[in-house]
Structure formats: structure tokens, C-alpha cells
């Protein structure tokens, strides 16, 4: 399964490595900004599964940022976290009337902040802890690392199995180039982008077999989605 991803936005720095060594060693995929105007940026070119938020950033405030993420519709559900040194009432009731799904007080509790965005990423995302993943008669058997049309059984290698994963997650949702080779090689990855092509043509030669309908969708300019339509 592919990592959920998470950015999170916070200024002090030996909290920022902090959460993400935690993070990491929790399974998650993880990037760190300190500036809100950055964040606001970096969530326009991609949105990932969950944010950690700062409320006192330099330049846009977090609670600005979380005001204007829930104003766009790519970002409208997505799961936030505030974490903040205010803990009054008012400025927590503050925090969640702008957006936030849940609010924690510095100092906090690693264990209790990693429970928090588990809990909250199986609320938002239940389809990224799924065992099973189905559409039609496709079905990816993530515990056994199978996949299935129909009664015909598919034979594909790690990197398609990885696309077509990280696709099926999220029917519907284009993701370009850059992004699925972020999730499928890492932030580090040097490889080219035309890479993904070649994948996906694997992929659509081994899913698809004489008039199959594709549920992959090229978005000319733009990428590669699942077929939120598909039922074949």
C-alpha cells in the first residue's frame, strides 16, 4: 500500500524533525515547511491525505491557511490538525469553526498526536486501509498482493501493482506524472517522468485483455485517474 502522505507546517524547528522522524517511523510520507504562504503553494500543486498546522506561522497564519483550504474544493475535506501553544476554549472553538478536525495544545504527546492522525486519516481515507480494493470485477487483494478481473487472475509487476493501487484509492482524482512518481518512487527519484507512461502501458496491456473496457483515464495535459464510472 501506498504511504499516506502528510505535510506538515511548523516554524520551530526541532519540533518540525521532531514529528518527522516520528511520523516516518510510523509509515507515513512525510513533508515540512515553516512558512504558511509556502504550504499554501505546495497544497495547490499537490494535496496529500493530512496536515499537521501550525496556528502562528510566518507570513500566512495557519488559521488563515485553514480558512482558505476549506474554500477550495480539492481541499474542502481535507483532514487538518491544529497544533497550537493556545489553549483557551474560545481559541479552540476558534480553531475547529474555521475547519480544523481536531486541535492539539503544545506541548502534546508523540504517542497521543500519532493516534490522533491515525484515527483521523481512517475517518477521512478508509479506503487507504482497506484489504480490499474493488471496482467491478477488478479487485486488488492488498493482503496477498493479487489482483483479480473477473475469474481471470492478473500478473503485474511491483511498480504497476503500485499505480494501480495508489489509482483504485482514489477513483476519480488525477494524478500527474510528478505525483504518482512521488508515491511510486519516492521524493528522491531522479527517474523521468515519460517513466510513468511506459508503467501505465504495462499496466493497461495486463489488465485489459481483447475489448475490455480501460478503466484507466488519460487526462490529456494533465495525467492518469481510475475510472470513477467503472463497472465492468
Known sequence: MSKPRILVVEDEEALSVLLRYNLEAAGYQVTCTDHGDEADLLLRESVPDLVLLDWMLPGLSGIELCRRLRQRPETQRLPIILLTARGAEDERVRGLATGADD????????????????????????????????????VLDRTSHRIKRGPRSLHLGPTEYKILECL????????????LLDVVW????????????????RLRKAINEGKERDPIRTVRGAGYAFDETFTD
Open 186 to 201: 519516492g521524493d528522491d527519484s531522479e527517474i523521468d517522468e515519460r517513466t510513468v507512461d511506459v508503467h501505465v502501458g
Open 168 to 179: 483504485m484509492e482514489r477513483p476519480g482524482r488525477v494524478f500527474s506524472r510528478a505525483q
Open 103 to 138: 486541535y492539539i495544545v503544545k506541548p502534546f504527546s508523540v504517542p497521543e498526536l500519532l493516534a490522533r492522525v491515525s484515527a483521523l486519516l481512517r475517518r477521512a481515507a478508509p479506503e487507504r486501509v482497506a484489504s480490499l480494493l474493488q471496482a467491478g470485477t477488478l
